[in-house]
C-alpha cells in the first residue's frame, strides 16, 4: 500500500560522505518522520527506525505469505483503515506478535541493503510521518547499519562475476541433488528476471537470493545470461551432480544472512511468552 501524502521536507542532505550517515544524524536529534533515499525510505520514531521501505526487495505482505493469505492480508489492511496495521493483525489473531516481529526484521533487513543512501547521494528528511504498519519493533540504527555492512562485505567476497546483482541469471544445468529453495531459484531463472525480480517473484529475502546464486555459479548450476549456455533438461551425464560448495551455517538455517539475529530474538520472544 501506499504512503499517506507527504508533508513540507527539510532541506535535502547532500554532504554526507560516509554510508548511513544522513540516518545517523537524525537518529541522533532522535527524529520521528521518513527519511528519504534514491531507493527508498526509512521511517523513524523517536530516533528509532520502526520501518524500511525498497521498492526493489519484496514487502511484508508477500513475506507474510507463508502465515496469512494474501486475501486475508488486503483485508486486514483495509479494515485497518491503513493505519496501525500491526495491531489490528495482533487484535484479530491473525498472527501472533513472533510471527510478525520475526517478518517485520526480515523486510526491514532486506530493504535496508537496497536503500541505504551512498556517499554524496542526496537524501530529504519529512517529520512527523508514520508508516502505515504502526509500532511493531523499532530498531537501533547503529545495529542495523552493522547488519547491513556485513551483508555487504560477506556478498563482496563471494563475488562470482561484474555486477552479480543487476545481471539476469539463467539455469546452466538440472540437478536432482539441489535443496527444494536452490530448484525453486534455478526453475525461476530464465535468463530476463535480475536477482531481486527473482527475490520478489519468490517472495523471498533479496540477500538469500544473492547468497544463493554466487553458491550455485560455483557449483556450475547458475551463471550470468551472457555468458550462461542454453539450459539443458537434464544432466549431461547420469553420474554425481555437481559437488555444491558449503555455504555458512546461517544460510543452511534458513538462507538468511542476518537469521542468527532472527533467532535470538525468537529465542527472546519465546521466554517472554
Known amino acids: 500500500m501506499s504512503p499517506r501524502a507527504l508533508p513540507a521536507a527539510r532541506q535535502p542532505d547532500g554532504e554526507s560522505r560516509l554510508p548511513g550517515a544522513p540516518l545517523l544524524r537524525y537518529t541522533s536529534e532522535r527524529a520521528t518522520g521518513v527519511l528519504l533515499t534514491p531507493r527508498g525510505r526509512f521511517y523513524l520514531d523517536a530516533g528509532e527506525i520502526a520501518c524500511v521501505e525498497a521498492p526493489e526487495v519484496p514487502g511484508l505482505g508477500a513475506r507474510l505469505s507463508g502465515h496469512i493469505s494474501s486475501a486475508r492480508w488486503q483485508e486486514a489492511v483495509r479494515a485497518a483503515g491503513g493505519r496501525d496495521v ?19 526484521l526480515q523486510a526491514v533487513l532486506d530493504a535496508a541493503y537496497c536503500a541505504l543512501p551512498r556517499p554524496h547521494e542526496r537524501t530529504e528528511f519529512v517529520p ?10 523499532a530498531t537501533p540504527a547503529p545495529e542495523l547499519l552493522a547488519a547491513v555492512a556485513r551483508r555487504r562485505a560477506w556478498l563482496r567476497r563471494l563475488l562470482p562475476w561484474p555486477d552479480p546483482d543487476t545481471t539476469p541469471l539463467l539455469s546452466r544445468a538440472y540437478s536432482p541433488a539441489a535443496a527444494p529453495r536452490d530448484r525453486a531459484l534455478l526453475d525461476a531463472a530464465d535468463g530476463r528476471r535480475t536477482p ?25 548450476l547458475l551463471g550470468p545470461v551472457r555468458s550462461a549456455p542454453r539450459r539443458t533438461a537434464h544432466p549431461a551425464s547420469p ?3 555437481h559437488p555444491r560448495p558449503p555455504l555458512p551455517a ?6 538468511d544472512p542476518e537469521i542468527s539475529l532472527l533467532l535470538r530474538l525468537r529465542n527472546a520472544l519465546e521466554e517472554r511468552l
Open 196 to 220: 531481486y525480480q527473482l527475490a520478489h517473484g519468490l517472495r523471498v529475502s533479496v540477500c538469500a537470493v544473492l547468497l544463493q546464486a554466487r553458491s550455485l555459479h560455483t557449483a556450475g
Open 86 to 104: 500491526g495491531a489490528f493483525l495482533l487484535a484479530e489473531r491473525l498472527l501472533g506478535r513472533g510471527e510478525l516481529e520475526l517478518c517485520h
Open 128 to 137: 512527523d510521518v508514520a508508516h502505515w504498519l504502526g509500532d511493531v519493533r
Open 239 to 241: 553420474g554425481l551432480p
Open 250 to 255: 546461517a544460510v543452511h538455517e534458513a538462507a
